[in-house]
C-alpha cells in the first residue's frame, strides 16, 4: 500500500482483471465467494498474478444463525438489511468495493467505524468517494457494480470484458496523454491521501459476525 502511488493505471487495471478472471472461475461453477475483500487478495511474486483465497462458505462455527459474517465495507446492503443472502450478484458489490481500493490506494471508510451506523450509512447509499482523475469508464464500472439494486449490477462475465475493453486503451497507447493526465492527477491525490492517513490496522482487513435488525430496504444516494 505504501508503494501505490508508484503504480501506473495500466498495472492497477491488469490487477482489476486477475481478480475478475479469479471470480468468473468461481461464478462459472455455480459458487458464490461471500467474504471477498482485500485481505482475502494474494499476489505471486513468482508469476505477477493475483488471486483470491479463504472462501467464505461457512464463517465461524458459532455464528449465530441471525447474523452475517464478513468485512463490513465490502458486503452488499441488500445482505446487510438481510433482505437476500449472499449471491453472485453480492459478489460483484464487493468487486466494486475491490476496483476502488485498487484506484484510492486506501481501505474503504478508513475513518469510520466498522458499526451499525456505517451499515445504515451503506444501506441508505454512503459508499466510498470516487477520487478525481480516476478513468471515465471505470468509474461507471464501479458504480454499475455497488447499485443499491442487485439486478442492475452486471455479471462477472459482462464486468470482465468491459475492463478488458478499458485495458486495450492502455496497451493499444489510444489517447496516450489523457492516459498520463488520469495517473499524474490521481497520483498526487492517492500521495496526499497516504500522507494524511494512519497506518493501516489488520481491523480494515478482518472479517467479523455481524448482527443487524430492522433495517430499511437498500437504496442508491441521491446525487
Not at 1 to 13: P, V
Not at 64 to 83: H, K, M, T, W
Not at 107 to 134: E, Q, S, W
Request: charged residues 25%; positive net charge; glycine residues 4%.
Amino acid at each position: 500500500m505504501a508503494n501505490h502511488h508508484l503504480l501506473t493505471w495500466k498495472e492497477r487495471i491488469m490487477i482489476t482483471l486477475d481478480i475478475l478472471n479469479a471470480l468468473h472461475r468461481i461464478h462459472k461453477v455455480d459458487a458464490i465467494h461471500r467474504d471477498l475483500h482485500s485481505g482475502n487478495i494474494l499476489h505471486s511474486p513468482r508469476n505477477y498474478n493475483w488471486y483470491i483465497s479463504d472462501f467464505g462458505f461457512c464463517g465461524p462455527a458459532d455464528k449465530p444463525s441471525d447474523s452475517i459474517y464478513g468485512n463490513l465495507p465490502y458486503i452488499a446492503p441488500e445482505v446487510i438489511a438481510r433482505i437476500k443472502e449472499y449471491t453472485k450478484a453480492s459478489d460483484i458489490y464487493s468487486v466494486a468495493i475491490l476496483m476502488w481500493e485498487i484506484s484510492a490506494g486506501k481501505p474503504p471508510f478508513k475513518d469510520h467505524n466498522y458499526d451499525k451506523d456505517l451499515a445504515m450509512c451503506i444501506v441508505n447509499g454512503m459508499r466510498p468517494k470516487i477520487l478525481p482523475g480516476t478513468p471515465l469508464e471505470y468509474k461507471k464500472l464501479i458504480e454499475q457494480c455497488w447499485d443499491a439494486d442487485p439486478s442492475k449490477r452486471p455479471d462477472i462475465n459482462t464486468l470482465y470484458d468491459e475492463v478488458k475493453k478499458i485495458s486495450k486503451l492502455y496497451y493499444q497507447n489510444k489517447n496516450e496523454t489523457q492516459m498520463n493526465n488520469y495517473h499524474n492527477k490521481i497520483n498526487l491525490q492517492i500521495k496526499i491521501n497516504n500522507k494524511t492517513s494512519k497506518s493501516i490496522d489488520f481491523l480494515f482487513k478482518s472479517s467479523k459476525v455481524y448482527c443487524f435488525n430492522n433495517f430499511p430496504n437498500p437504496r442508491n444516494a441521491t446525487k
